[in-house]
């Protein structure tokens, strides 16, 4: 290894900072450090259990995900499923299977079902029809025309011109202090609608409005009956807005077997326990590439060529791209397709914290799996 003088402060450095250097970029844990790694599925589980051996994997990487998972600080549970089959699960730092806590943009992913069960029920007819339609008592205030060409299919791709909220500190206040409905009229288009995609927590609310007023209810009242209920899902708080609506960006608070359930539905084609709950085809078309180069903000060696679908990231990793519901702090619902394999990672949320330190341990959770990923063999 070449430690030029920018590290080695001419020469003066001491064998112990190399010594850290060297822990830093070098080798991962002994044979004997992933031995002592126990990552068996616990008794009492509601899904079929197996091995990662008579799924045909290396239990040595699985060990490696377990043992670096241990070293983080942040982390509440790691489950792994592969052909349908868990075959590793462990918790940390007090957490436990159902411990619910606060998902945060994984809400997204979840509101993205929602649009495609309204869809099915008719209360939605295309995903081409405007967003004004819904919003009529706010059509005499429009200052800015483009609004009324904004499409549901443009919210669901985050290319409905809105931009994303903590590029400005006028945004960022909107963000943490809340959104009222009317900040569809007040909060101003950095783009064309359609011409460009910007990761908006306000476009993704007013997707949630969307499907409430369609269906004539409020967003928890149709995601209990279309779909928690079917999954036998009991969702913990959910969080409104100031006029009272279910938030459709975040806070909703779940555990990592509630995740495992939806994760298990997308990867199966909408699917779950032999029952159709998510039309396969709004499944197929929600993990499709829509949007570019959706986070230009550094994650990791491993997290490359990221993309987004109907309120699903796609991240490459590795000879493999995966499909990502993706929460603040680094709450993860994985979907591997092409290994028929789903990873499900909960973390503390770090709930209104933000800063360097706090994306710090949230790039600690999606480079554990963007590695694990990049390490998988290729095809």
């Avoid at 499907?211 to 995601?223: E, G, H, I």
């Avoid at 590439?289 to 491993?302: F, K, L, Q």
């Amino acid at each position: 290894m070449n430690f030029d003088r920018h590290f080695l402060g001419n020469g003066r450095t001491t064998i112990t900072t190399l010594l850290t250097l060297l822990i830093l970029v070098g080798c991962g844990p002994s044979t004997a450090e992933l031995e002592t790694v126990n990552y068996a599925p616990q008794s009492g589980t509601i899904w079929e259990i197996s091995t990662p051996e008579e799924q045909d994997l290396d239990p040595e990487l699985i060990a490696e995900l377990y043992y670096n998972a241990a070293q983080m600080e942040n982390i509440y549970s790691l489950l792994l499923f592969k052909n349908g089959y868990l075959i590793a699960e462990d918790y940390f730092n007090g957490g436990s299977a159902v411990q619910q806590v606060n998902i945060h943009s994984v809400t997204k992913s979840i509101n993205s079902a929602l649009v495609g069960l309204a869809l099915e029920e008719g209360c939605i007819t295309s995903l081409d029809q405007k967003m004004m339609e819904f919003f009529p008592e706010f059509e005499g205030r429009l200052r800015d025309s483009r609004k009324r060409e904004i499409t549901i299919r443009q919210m669901l791709q985050m290319r409905a011109g809105y931009p994303w909220e903590e590029a400005s500190p006028e945004g960022t206040e909107l963000l943490f202090t809340g959104f009222h409905t009317a900040d569809l009229v007040n909060v101003p288009l950095a783009y064309d609608p359609g011409s460009d995609a910007a990761y908006s927590n306000l476009t993704a609310h007013l997707l949630g409005l969307v499907v409430a007023r369609a269906c004539d209810t409020d967003l928890k009242t149709f995601a209990d009956e279309h779909l928690f209920g079917p999954l036998g899902i009991e969702e913990g708080h959910w969080q409104v807005d100031w006029d009272g609506d279910y938030l459709g960006y975040s806070d909703i608070e779940l555990s990592a077997y509630d995740l495992a359930k939806f994760g298990l539905l997308y990867l199966n084609d909408g699917e779950y326990n032999g029952k159709q709950i998510v039309p396969a085809e709004w499944v197929q078309d929600s993990l499709q590439i829509y949007s570019e180069d959706m986070w230009t903000v550094r994650v990791g060696r491993n997290w490359d060529d990221n993309a987004y679908g109907y309120q699903w990231w796609s991240i490459r990793g590795g000879d493999y791209r995966y499909n990502l519901a993706w929460g603040h702090g680094g709450q993860q619902i994985v979907l591997l397709d092409d290994l028929d394999m789903m990873i499900v990672v909960v973390v503390d949320p770090l709930h209104l914290q933000h800063g360097d330190e706090p994306w710090k341990l949230e790039k600690s959770s999606l480079n554990l799996v963007a590695d694990f990923v990049a390490s998988l063999p290729g095809q």
